[in-house]
């Protein structure tokens, strides 16, 4: 803020400091400890990929690992393309109920997903769908649908309607003029909405959780029985994996996100 | 008229798909669970169901959901106020003490273990808080003879690693409102005499109210419903509202009973938000 | 290159009657500027022309060939949009060659084309850069050549020149005119800036409230505005209000017998009449500059120096009808050293042929 001490503008910040160590302090910590040899904490710490190989050898965790990414890019696809459509609506046309349909779409991401998770277990058992991937995936793209549609609407509000105007003035149909400008403008944010679509049904347990019948789970919910069971350096491995992959994808989306080749 | 009808196709097939697949997935469900919380049993299996309140009733008779309940708003309650505590200075620092490229860099780095896999993070921490952890350790080096904390399976844990959750959304939420406050409103008011308090209490924090209670929102509903986090971290200790409902679906089997909880769970949220309207309304207002 | 026919067009908008029987003819290779405030329809009419919407009625021509039902890519028109609309992810070249490319044009084609647009626009050598490295006034050029370079008839300008600061778009105005008297193609633009339609030109309509109210060439349009909205909208303008006296004059409360020229309702009918600022000569009272048949003694109750003028407040002598004070603007070309001070008794005088009549 303008005026004020710098000695006070160096306290602000150094709370910042402490507010990112806070946050960061126990992923670092667990990942460290992925790399440690002892399977107890023990310092010294010595470097290893003795977890790493062990859980090469473990076959359930692997099957839930593919589980998982499979599912994560059937989510991707499925909640891009859908979301897209939906967003493109929303911002083209002016619909009377419309701020009805964007109230709607806050229902995934302000329940609690407990009830959702719940919900969609019975609902899903009593219309025969059952449990399983292909229902976790409904349930996936359903949480992953608000934030694809966000994500491309506001990629959208950079006014491609008139560019698509533009594009039938000089002669494109509107085939070419939607293939050739709408889709390549908005591009970056449906490539952007994918990845964040991915991430949310990489890193989804709680739904995941009420959805998988025995014997078939997703990564977050093999290591949450694992955890109930007991501590293995294993889990702080694949947790230590996992938790680099996804914010990694974080980083690129948040990339793709603000530099999308916008004037 | 072949333009409006022609239109009407058009929505259907853009917007069709992705509120028909909410439609199936959220809203249906939700109908089904409430159904569902007023029968006896669950009705598959060939089970036959018979409608009743006592799910219902069974929360208002046995003190034991009320206990739990209260626990739960408790938790909800502490979490927020913590995260408000912790997450409002820093949103400041971030909108108002630092900027350009640092500015970019460090909203990132806030909000990336946010975006990230929360269950690993909650596990992140039972290897911080654990007996022998990261922390006991940490405090051996200048204490040798200290004690082990045994922190993890306790309510503070339950409470750290919720913090730790959702403090980004504060933050985030926070910044959004902070950063739209004009520095030409604050450099008004130096001209007019305020102390940097006054400035303070007078302009940022009303200005900012509006990011809090967002903030305040996304909170304070989802940890209500937390179990992942009470268990993982609370063992024993970690009973929650959230916990016995999971508890109904995964090990007690009596689907009905954890409808109805949900939809107790459900009907706080939205009175809640019924109260926290009017209040925002207000507040709003003068924005 | 073709003339634009537009006959009793009629557009409405829920209930708001955008386009009220509106027909104009463009002719072809004119420089033609729809003029008038915001929602006067000029934009609409601009829209209807390019195809962005069918008429309610009436009807368009374009070449003589009705293209009502002709959707906007079939039309054959190009158009530059109020803020260009250049595609960001496309290359200058390939934003220019778009509408060869749409049109499938073999590359080799295209990109000569593209080469002859940016040396008739001045932007050789930019043919690499993406619209965002482009200034303000680069990407105006751009978004012209492009919407040449597929050989409209007619060219369409949504205030084209609008987003560019004041010394950049009066050369764009020049640069504008010259590349459509090299090209001779009809365009049509519209603008609210009143002194960009006069400048560029060749025929104005004057729009507001979804009709027109009168087309002609900018003289004749400034000088002999048919309504007192046309007067004040283009140009500014002083009204004096009285009676027809007889076939040649009018009489005016406090001013006496102003002659008139042109054909006056009979007498005793009520008219008004302007009377441009800058058509007024202004001397101290007593100077004795007895040229003019019109002559009203004031004083100099304001005066505003903008040096290459200054506009003076001249308060009559003789007040309105109802008795209250009448006041004049009177423009006066910055000749002397001194402004006349403010209390000057001054008398002015005008030529009868610089008297207005208004229609309505």
């Keep these: ?263 | 008229m072949k333009a409006a009808a022609r239109r009407r196709l058009a929505l259907g097939f853009l917007l069709g798909p992705a509120y028909g697949w909410l439609a199936l997935t959220v809203l249906l469900p939700l109908a089904a669970m409430f159904y569902f919380s007023f029968l006896t049993v669950a009705p598959v299996g060939g089970r036959i169901a018979e409608p009743t309140l006592r799910h219902y009733a069974a929360f208002f008779d046995k003190g034991f959901y009320q206990t739990l309940t209260w626990r739960s708003l408790k938790l909800g309650f502490d979490v927020t106020v913590l995260c408000i505590l912790l997450g409002f200075p820093a949103a400041l620092a971030l909108a108002k003490y630092v900027s350009g490229r640092w500015r970019e860099a460090l909203f990132l780095l806030v909000v990336l273990p946010f975006w990230s896999n929360a269950l690993v993070r909650t596990f992140s921490w039972t290897t911080v808080l654990r007996d022998d952890g990261f922390l006991d350790r940490a405090i051996r080096v200048l204490w040798p003879d200290a004690e082990p904390l045994g922190l993890l399976f306790s309510y503070p844990a339950i409470v750290i690693g919720l913090v730790h959750a959702y403090l980004p959304y504060m933050i985030l939420t926070c910044y959004i409102s902070l950063q739209a406050i004009d520095d030409s409103l604050i450099e008004a008011a130096r001209s007019l005499g305020a102390s940097s308090l006054q400035l303070f209490l007078r302009v940022v924090v009303p200005l900012s109210l509006p990011g809090i209670l967002g903030g305040v929102l996304l909170i304070f509903v989802p940890v209500i419903g937390s179990f992942m986090e009470p268990r993982i971290l609370g063992g024993r200790t970690g009973i929650m509202l959230g916990t016995v409902i999971e508890d109904q679906f995964t090990a007690v089997f009596n689907w009905p009973l954890g409808a109805a909880l949900s939809f107790i769970m459900l009907g706080i949220v939205l009175v809640i938000f019924a109260l926290a309207t009017p209040l925002l309304r207000r507040r709003l207002s003068g924005i | 290159m073709s003339a634009v026919e537009v006959s009793h067009a009629v557009k409405r908008f829920g209930a708001v009657a955008a386009l009220h029987d509106v027909s104009v003819d463009f002719a072809d290779g004119e420089f033609f500027g729809l003029l008038g405030p915001s929602g006067s329809g000029k934009t609409t009419l601009l829209r209807a022309i390019a195809g962005f919407f069918e008429l309610d009625a009436g009807d368009i021509r374009i070449g003589g060939v009705p293209v009502g039902d002709r959707p906007v890519h079939r039309r054959e028109i190009g158009m530059v949009f109020q803020n260009y609309a250049l595609f960001p992810h496309l290359t200058v070249r390939d934003n220019i060659g778009f509408g060869l490319a749409v049109r499938g044009r073999p590359r080799s084609e295209i990109d000569a084309e593209v080469k002859r647009m940016l040396a008739l626009v001045q932007l050789s050598g930019l043919e690499a850069r993406k619209p965002r490295q482009l200034s303000g006034g680069q990407q105006q050029r751009v978004a012209l050549a492009r919407a040449l370079v597929t050989r409209p008839r007619v060219l369409l300008l949504d205030e084209p020149l609008g987003a560019l600061d004041k010394r950049l778009r009066q050369e764009m105005q020049v640069e504008l005119k010259q590349i459509q008297r090299r090209i001779g193609i009809t365009t049509i633009f519209v603008t609210h800036d009143q002194e960009e339609a006069l400048t560029l030109s060749d025929r104005i309509a004057i729009l507001n409230e979804g009709r027109i109210l009168q087309i002609g060439r900018p003289a004749e349009v400034y000088e002999r505005p048919e309504t007192a909205f046309a007067a004040s909208f283009l140009g500014d303008a002083n009204f004096l209000d009285g009676r027809v006296l007889d076939r040649g004059s009018v009489a005016v409360e406090g001013l006496g017998r102003i002659p008139v020229a042109g054909a006056l309702p009979e007498a005793g009918a009520t008219v008004r009449l302007a009377v441009r600022p800058e058509k007024f000569a202004i001397e101290p009272a007593g100077a004795g500059n007895a040229n003019d048949a019109n002559r009203i003694a004031g004083v100099v109750r304001g005066a505003i120096y903008s040096g290459t003028s200054i506009t003076y407040r001249v308060e009559l002598r003789a007040p309105a009808a109802g008795g209250e004070a009448r006041t004049l603007t009177v423009f006066r070309q910055n000749l002397a050293a001194e402004p006349l001070a403010i209390g000057t008794a001054v008398e002015l005088s005008w030529s009868s042929a610089n008297t207005i009549l208004l229609r309505s």
């Design chain 1, 1 to 263: 803020m303008t005026g004020g001490s710098a000695w006070g503008k160096w306290t602000v910040r150094g709370y910042l400091l402490l507010t990112l160590l806070f946050l960061y302090l126990p992923i670092v910590v667990m990942t460290l400890m992925a790399f440690n040899r002892s399977p107890l904490y023990q310092l010294p710490f010595e470097f290893d990929f003795v977890w790493f190989r062990a859980l090469a050898g473990n076959d359930r965790l692997i099957q839930a690992g593919l589980n998982s990414v499979g599912l994560a890019a059937a989510n991707m696809v499925v909640a891009t393309g859908i979301g897209t459509l939906a967003a493109i609506a929303l911002d083209r046309y002016r619909i009377r109920g419309k701020a009805l349909l964007q109230i709607l779409l806050f229902p995934p991401i302000t329940i609690p997903w407990l009830i959702i998770g719940t919900s969609m277990l019975i609902f899903f058992f009593w219309i025969g769908i059952g449990r399983g991937l292909h229902a976790m995936l409904l349930g996936h793209v359903a949480l992953s649908l608000p934030y694809v549609i966000v994500v491309v609407g506001a990629r959208l509000k950079g006014g491609s309607h008139q560019l698509e105007e533009a594009a039938a003035t000089l002669g494109a149909t509107p085939w070419q003029a939607f293939w050739r400008v709408s889709l390549p403008v908005m591009a970056p944010g449906v490539v952007a909405a994918g990845l964040f679509a991915f991430a949310v049904s990489f890193d989804q347990f709680v739904i995941s959780y009420f959805l998988a019948p025995p014997g078939v789970s997703t990564l977050p919910v093999e290591i949450y029985a694992a955890i109930r069971k007991g501590f293995t350096p294993e889990i702080n491995a694949i947790s230590a994996l996992i938790i680099l992959v996804s914010m990694g994808l974080m980083l690129v989306f948040a990339r793709l996100y603000r530099f999308g080749g916008e004037r």
